[in-house]
Nanobody, 125 residues
Framework: QVQLAESGGGLVQAGGSLRLSCAASGRTFSSYAMGWFRQVPGKERDFIAFIRRSDDNTYYAEYAGSVKGRFTISGDNAKNTVYLQMNSLKPEDTAVYYC???????????????WGQGTQVTVSS
């Protein structure tokens, strides 16, 4: 029903920046809340940020404490795309990053209905 595709991952040095993109297709982008999560092999998928969109083009976003002040989530309804701007990256940010879509915006990955395949982010130093 909904296809999500992440892009923008790569290798950066500590202190650097990266912007991830998540393109959605198959259903109206504005019908869903969007979230970003990350996962290290052998560990649980962790919440990073979510954003809720409304018909009047207002937004509400929340962030995990580990990224608050460094990462920013945003969306472009015309492009059916959500972004994650990552600044001041740390080695512990290294993970596969996933975007997700759901009817509500929450911190719980179990409440999201659709997931992308992930994009690798590696922070060195």
């Amino acid at each position: 029903q909904v296809q999500l595709a992440e892009s923008g991952g790569g290798l950066v040095q500590a202190g650097g920046s990266l912007r991830l993109s998540c393109a959605a297709s198959g259903r109206t982008f504005s019908s869903y809340a969007m979230g970003w999560f990350r996962q290290v092999p052998g560990k649980e998928r962790d919440f990073i940020a979510f954003i809720r969109r409304s018909d009047d083009n207002t937004y509400y976003a929340e962030y995990a404490g580990s990224v608050k002040g460094r990462f920013t989530i945003s969306g472009d309804n015309a492009k059916n795309t959500v972004y994650l701007q990552m600044n001041s990256l740390k080695p512990e940010d290294t993970a596969v990053y996933y975007c997700a879509a759901g009817g509500l915006g929450t911190r719980d990955p179990r409440k999201y209905d659709y997931w992308g395949q992930g994009t690798q982010v590696t922070v060195s130093s």
